[in-house]
Structure formats: C-alpha cells, structure tokens
C-alpha cells in the first residue's frame, strides 16, 4: 500500500551538512521526498513533538538537541512508507543499526541520532499535521 511517513533530518545531521547525503539514502531506497522545508523547531515544538517522552529522563536533553540547529521536515512517500523507513533509518542506537542505514552510516549516538521517522501510520498522520499543510505535499 502507497502510505505517507513523517521524517526529521536533526541538528546533529544538518550541522554536518549531510542533508543532500541523508537524502541520497531516502532516495535509493526507494522513498520519494513529497514534501520538504528546512526549519528551526522552537522549544514549544519541540516540546510538543516529542510530548509522549515527557517523563523519561533524557527528555529535556532531546529538546535543547533539537533546538539547537535546523531541521529538515519531510514527507516521504511510497510502497509501505512507515515501514520502510524505519529501514532504511536503521536502530535508534546507531551503535546497533545494521550496514548501510541512515544512522549507522551517520549518526552519533542514541540521542543524537540524525533522522526521526514516525513509528506508526496513525502517528505519520498526526506528525506531517503538525508542519505541513496539504497543499504543502506534492505528491
Ligand atoms: P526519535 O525516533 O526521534 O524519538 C525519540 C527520540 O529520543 C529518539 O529518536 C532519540 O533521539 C531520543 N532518545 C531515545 N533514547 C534516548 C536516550 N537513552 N538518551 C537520549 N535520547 C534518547
């Protein structure tokens, strides 16, 4: 099924000038980049992106990390999105992410970690709602 996924390239991967690099990845695998905008998130957005780990530990952490540079916002499209990005963007510790993903290929670590893509269709939904507009997708 054609589905729509929601994806960040992070600070830590738009501070290394690897946009054009983490793209080439989505890209090859198949993944097509419907919409996109480079942004920098503000706390509130942040914030409220990540609200579900509000109470662990590290969530102050991630949100000065997302903060602190741009970002790039996407919308990736193709056969099971969801899915296959999870893929290609490899474990969410790059130290266990196999060859050839996203975040073994660049990432630095658990918190750093280059890339966000939604975890289920639903989330894919409410995610691309909160940065795009639909007339903001070309697909
Ligand atoms: P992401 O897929 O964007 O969703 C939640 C994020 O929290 C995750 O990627 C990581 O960037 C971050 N994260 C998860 N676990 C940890 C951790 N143990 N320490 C710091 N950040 C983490």
Redesign the pocket.
């Known amino acids: 099924m054609t589905e729509r996924t929601f994806s960040?390239i992070k600070p830590d991967a738009t501070e290394k000038n690897l946009t054009g690099a983490v793209n080439a990845v989505i890209e090859a695998a198949g993944l097509r980049i419907v919409a996109q905008k480079r942004i920098k998130l503000s706390q509130a957005q942040a914030e409220k992106f990540?609200e579900i780990?509000n109470e662990r530990p590290?969530f102050g952490?991630?949100v000065e990390f997302m903060t602190r540079a741009p970002v790039v916002v996407q919308v990736l499209e193709g056969e099971n999105a969801v899915a296959r990005y999870r893929e290609v963007m490899g474990a969410?510790n790059p130290a266990q992410a196999a060859e050839g993903t996203i975040r073994k290929l660049y990432a630095d670590s658990?918190?750093e970690?280059s890339v966000?893509?939604s975890d289920s269709l639903d989330n894919a939904r409410i995610e691309i709602a909160q940065f795009f507009t639909d007339d903001e997708i070309v697909g």
Do not use: S, W
Request: hydrophobic residues 35%; aromatic residues 16%; glycine residues 16%.
């Open positions: 960040i990540y780990h590290f952490e991630l969410t658990v918190g970690n966000h893509g």
